[in-house]
Structure formats: structure tokens, C-alpha cells
Nanobody
Framework: QFEFVESGGGLVQPGGSLRLSCVASEFVLDHYVVGWFRRAPGKEREGVSC????????NYADSVKGRFTISRDNAKNTVFLQMDSLRPEDTAVYYC??????????????????????WGQGTQVTVSS
């Protein structure tokens, strides 16, 4: 059973920052590639970032590169998404997601993010003045 609790969303002004957290329960997160994707009203789902199981490799969508940072603390079974220089177009529901086992080669060698098997309920991020 894969369960996550996402937190850290909210309302922020353009240029501001938020830090999203994803805490896993009932399973050990450090076996898996973990990522974040987002869904804005009227738009398709967009992959934001992912991180290898060890944390050594990270990938980002071009739209967030240089502004967002993904990290993980396997001892705390938690993955983070630090979001800086937020823009109105970043407004969306953000989901934490887990990829199938053995997806590290996609992150580390193909330098992209894998498809995800499970995701949480999401946390709303709104960027507005």
C-alpha cells in the first residue's frame, strides 16, 4: 500500500517561495525514484521534477529549471520540492509520485523522468498578487 502525505502548498505572491514535502507511510521510500508532477485547470499533466533513489541524480522540466530544487531525506522517508521565483503560471495542484522499482536507469542514464505508478492527493499552489 503506497500512501503519501503532501504538504506545503498555499498562496504566494509572484517571486515568492514555497517548500513542498512528501512523507511516505507504510513503505520505504528510498527504494524508489520519486517525482513531482502538476496539473493546472484546463491543462494537461506536466512532469516537474524527479530524483533517483539515492538522491544522486535529479531532472527538471525546462519550465522550472533553475527555480525549483528537488531533494530527499531517506532517513525521514521524505522528498521535498523547493520552489523559488514562483510565477503565476506555476499555479496548479502538485502531486508527489512514485515510479516502479528499477527506474533509476531512466533518471540517471536517459536523463528524464519515468512514468509513475502511485501518487498522492496533491497540494494546491497558487501564485497570485
Amino acid at each position: 500500500q503506497f500512501e503519501f502525505v503532501e504538504s506545503g502548498g498555499g498562496l504566494v505572491q509572484p517571486g515568492g517561495s514555497l517548500r513542498l514535502s512528501c512523507v511516505a507511510s507504510e513503505f520505504v521510500l528510498d527504494h524508489y525514484v520519486v517525482g513531482w508532477f502538476r496539473r493546472a485547470p484546463g491543462k494537461e499533466r506536466e512532469g516537474v521534477s524527479c530524483i533517483s533513489s539515492s538522491g544522486a541524480t535529479t531532472n527538471y522540466a525546462d519550465s522550472v529549471k533553475g527555480r525549483f530544487t528537488i531533494s530527499r531525506d531517506n532517513a525521514k522517508n521524505t522528498v521535498f520540492l523547493q520552489m523559488d521565483s514562483l510565477r503565476p503560471e506555476d499555479t496548479a495542484v502538485y502531486y508527489c509520485a512514485v515510479a516502479p522499482l528499477n527506474s533509476d536507469y531512466i533518471v540517471s542514464y536517459q536523463r528524464t523522468c519515468p512514468e509513475y505508478d502511485y501518487w498522492g492527493q496533491g497540494t494546491q499552489v497558487t501564485v497570485s498578487s
